[in-house]
């Protein structure tokens, strides 16, 4: 599976130094709009660029520019896929909708986003009939972790890490109470539910383990944390 990323996401992953879990989960290919680099990078996360510019230099990270969308005969494609998702979307939405734009245009299977917000990009993904997989981080750590490369420790540490960086104040156990809801108990589309079927099946994943396993790991950690506090006030 390859992503096109949104601002936000880059900006989250790389501000907690965990950028290389976008490589190994994307393992086809990473990739983004020009000007999400040249504008929206350069205005929100100039103290990633550094970094970002050298995964783009070796090549971990492909960027598409109008010139490269011309010399592959879909710059009218992309154009036009901007103008509709921007009558979807707030003015503010426009680094997710070149992400969304661009996967639609060259077939990326998922787009990686942190937005979202009732009627945002990640939201109207999962309703709208779009051939495009949605992910946040916490959707790619859950994923990470059932796939067996870290097991809940260390998944719940990298969740407080961007978390922090982020500072969006997510729950993982929230997070991944929905993900459960997307893929098995509740799912928005019937094709991501037999995607992850088919991912459990292949990787022979014992999913009620891992997630007893992982929401054990969450409600220790929770515990630590309340205990820090009151020792903080006593």
Not at 69 to 75: A, G, P, R, Y
Not at 129 to 138: A, K, N, Q
């Given at each position: 599976m390859r992503a096109s990323l949104d601002t936000n996401v880059i900006i989250h992953f790389y501000r907690a130094g965990l950028e290389n879990i976008l490589f190994d989960i994307f393992e086809d290919g990473v990739f983004l709009y020009e000007q999400i680099r040249k504008v929206e990078l350069a205005h929100h996360?100039?103290?990633i660029l550094q970094r970002v510019?050298?995964?783009?230099?070796?090549?971990?990270?492909?960027?598409?520019?109008?010139?490269?969308?011309?010399?592959?005969?879909?710059?009218?494609?992309?154009?036009?896929?901007?103008?509709?998702?921007?009558?979807?979307?707030?003015?503010?939405?426009?680094?997710?909708?070149y992400a969304i734009s661009l996967a639609q245009t060259i077939g990326g299977y998922a787009v990686v986003t942190d937005d979202i917000k009732q009627g945002g990009p990640y939201?109207?993904?999962l309703q709208l009939?779009?051939?495009?997989?949605?992910?946040?981080?916490?959707d790619i750590l859950i994923l990470r972790y059932l796939s067996g490369r870290v097991d809940e420790m260390e998944t719940v540490s990298d969740f407080g890490m961007i978390n922090e960086a982020s500072g969006l104040n997510w729950s993982l156990k929230s997070h991944v109470s929905r993900f459960i809801k997307r893929f098995w108990s509740d799912p928005y589309k019937e094709e991501e539910k037999q995607w992850m079927q088919n991912l459990v099946r292949n990787q022979n994943i014992r999913v009620r383990s891992k997630f007893n396993a992982l929401n054990s790991q969450i409600q220790d950690m929770q515990l630590a944390e309340r205990k820090c506090a009151m020792r903080k006030c006593g």
């Open positions: 996360g100039q103290d510019d050298a995964d783009i230099l070796s090549g971990r990270i492909e960027v598409y520019t109008d010139d490269k969308l011309k010399n592959l005969s879909v710059f009218r494609i992309f154009e036009n896929n901007v103008n509709e998702n921007r009558q979807l979307y707030g003015a503010g939405d426009l680094g997710e909708v939201m109207s993904l009939d779009y051939d495009i997989m949605p992910f946040t981080f916490c």
